[in-house]
């Protein structure tokens, strides 16, 4: 039996950034993979934490900063990194910023 097909036409277009604060949801909680849509209000952050699992972070809509293993990197529409688990990293959207978040199974053996 196959795994049921899930699909977004837009993906953006599920989360609207909100006028304070930050607000997430789960969209999609696979075996494999889930995905976490992300909307910041212009000036919010999430403060430096870790994953514990592998992850994988697009921005769809807007701009901010993100610092990602000590590195610092400019983000907007289409800017996308990849992040082992355990890995240190901070988000703060400078205009209203929509992001999904992908949340990988860890590698077995």
Do not use: N
């Amino acid at each position: 039996m196959s795994e049921p097909v899930t699909f977004y036409p837009d993906l953006g277009a599920e989360e609207q950034p909100p006028e304070r604060g930050i607000h997430s949801q789960t969209l999609d909680d696979g075996p494999d993979v889930r995905l976490v849509l992300f909307g910041f209000a212009a000036g919010e952050e999430l403060s430096e934490h870790t994953a514990s699992r592998p992850a994988i972070v697009h921005v769809l809509a807007g701009t901010g900063r993100a610092v990602v293993g000590g590195a610092h990197h400019e983000i907007g529409p289409g800017s996308w990194f990849r992040m082992a688990a355990g890995t240190a990293h901070s988000i703060r959207a400078d205009t209203p910023l929509t992001m999904a978040l992908y949340l990988l199974r860890p590698p077995t053996g």
